[in-house]
C-alpha cells in the first residue's frame, strides 16, 4: 500500500519562508511524478507545483519565482522551498504522487501566512 506524507507546515509572518516535504512509499512501480495542491475552505483543490523524475518542473503562475520544487528520486522525496510568503498562500497543502499504476495523496499540512 502506498503512503504519502507531507511535513513541514506551519505559521509564518508575510514575507517569511517554509519547506514542505513529502515522502512517498510503498509503491512497487517507479514514482514519475510528485506535486503539491493546496485547498483553502470552500474552493477547489488548486495546483500548485510539480515535478517528474526527469526534473521537469511546472509551477501555478501564482507562485512562480517565490517556490522551488525539488526532490530526492532515490528516498521518493519532494520538497517545496516558499519563499516571500503572502497572506493568499495561506491554505492546507497536499502531496501527490503518481506511479504507473495510480495516484495517491497525503492527508495535507496546514500553511497560515499571517501577521
Known amino acids: 500500500q502506498v503512503q504519502v506524507v507531507e511535513s513541514g507546515g506551519g505559521l509564518v509572518q508575510p514575507g517569511g519562508s517554509l519547506r514542505l516535504s513529502c515522502a512517498a512509499s510503498?509503491?512497487?512501480?517507479?514514482?514519475?511524478?510528485m506535486g503539491w495542491y493546496r485547498q483553502t475552505p470552500g474552493k477547489q483543490r488548486e495546483f500548485v507545483a510539480f515535478?517528474?523524475?526527469?526534473?521537469?518542473?511546472n509551477y501555478a503562475e501564482s507562485v512562480r519565482g517565490r517556490f522551488t520544487i525539488s526532490r530526492d528520486n532515490a528516498k521518493n522525496t519532494v520538497y517545496l522551498q516558499m519563499n516571500s510568503l503572502k497572506p493568499e498562500d495561506t491554505a492546507v497543502y497536499y502531496c501527490?504522487?503518481?506511479?504507473?499504476?495510480?495516484?495517491?495523496w497525503g492527508q495535507g499540512t496546514q500553511v497560515t501566512v499571517s501577521s
Open positions: 501527490n504522487a503518481k506511479d504507473g499504476l495510480d495516484n495517491y
Open positions: 510503498g509503491s512497487r512501480f517507479s514514482i514519475y511524478f
Open positions: 515535478i517528474t523524475d526527469g526534473d521537469i518542473t
